[in-house]
């Protein structure tokens, strides 16, 4: 078989030793005869799981010891909720600073427990998009907290600067860019993210929580919501999701063996620029994105002819590039290139890219 490449933007594709690595351990996991899937949450075999995964991962994330690490249910989208039912008291408001798809439904869904400042910050310049400088943003020093998203899946947007917040405690929605290059968790009250980008498989979720911003949840608040519950319970208050929880700690074993944070970041750089580059030489794709803001996970492009799109998407998938279709609020295509993305997938990519061009001009 020869090789595929899975594009997606999620559930994405895995790194094929984390893959290899649990096929063979499936049925008798660490010599115990059964699959990891069928311990005990509580056994001191899964624990020892749980912990080992933590502690990976916050060494390759550097995160402080005031943080608690959550391994949550619910998704990205339950974390909406999860953040203002936690951080937001009814007596203040909390600004959401507006970049795209994700970062508008956040503030959506935030808007269902509290009062919320939605601030637009995408601008165009000379029919490209870009971000508006931070320093510009109109934030509000009384805020209960500032949510951004710094990458954008469905837009091809990135900030990469961390905003200054003021004191304000920083809320970030790292669903698609965690991992993918070093940040300093220390600017941040709150980091999430859903796992199935960078992490594991969908059905996790991760909380990265400053100490300080624990124990102020609505009395409303669901417990599997609750921030505090999560901590005082090693995220097994219920059930976790096991299984997710294993194949997490093995990409986070992957991305040790391979350099770690910095390591990935610099490949990263190399996979993006390669599609970037074509794009930008061709008169056949477009990326309607300014330099300084293009997403080095999420690479948007679209055909000048779009009438080739069904094209362009059936003789890819027959070459082994599956899941190119954008996202269907903006159209076009759009190559996922997160860190279990081999650079050889996307060189197959530029390359088919190319082909299909020189046929079709």
Known sequence: MSAVYNFCAGPAMLPAPVMVKAQSEFINWNNTGCSVMELSHRSKEFMAVASKAESDLRQLMCIPDNYKVLFCHGGGRGQFSAVPLNLLPKNKSADYVVTGAWSKAAALEAANFGQINTINVVEELNGKRQIQDPAQWSLSPEAAYVHYCPNETVDGLELFEIPESHGVPLVADLSSTILSREIDVSKFGLIYAGA?????????????????????????????????????????YNTPPTYAWYLAGLVFEWLHSVGGVKAIQKINKEKAELIYRY??????????????????????????????????????????????????????????????????????????????EKENS
């Open 196 to 236: 199935q980008k960078n992490i594991g498989p969908s059905g996790l979720t991760i909380v990265i929580v400053r100490d300080d911003l624990l124990g102020n949840a609505h009395i409303s608040t669901p417990c599997i919501l609750n921030y505090q519950t999560e901590a005082d319970n090693g995220s097994m």
């Open 279 to 356: 794009v930008d030489s061709s008169s056949f794709y477009r990326n309607d994105i300014v330099p300084q803001h293009r997403s080095l996970m999420n690479v948007p492009f679209w055909l000048n002819d779009e009438s080739l799109n069904n094209a362009f998407l059936s003789q890819a998938e027959d070459a082994g590039l599956l899941a190119l279709a954008g996202h269907r609020m903006v159209g076009g295509m759009r190559a996922s290139i997160y860190n279990a993305m081999p650079i050889e997938g996307v060189q197959k990519l530029v390359e088919f890219m190319h082909e299909f």
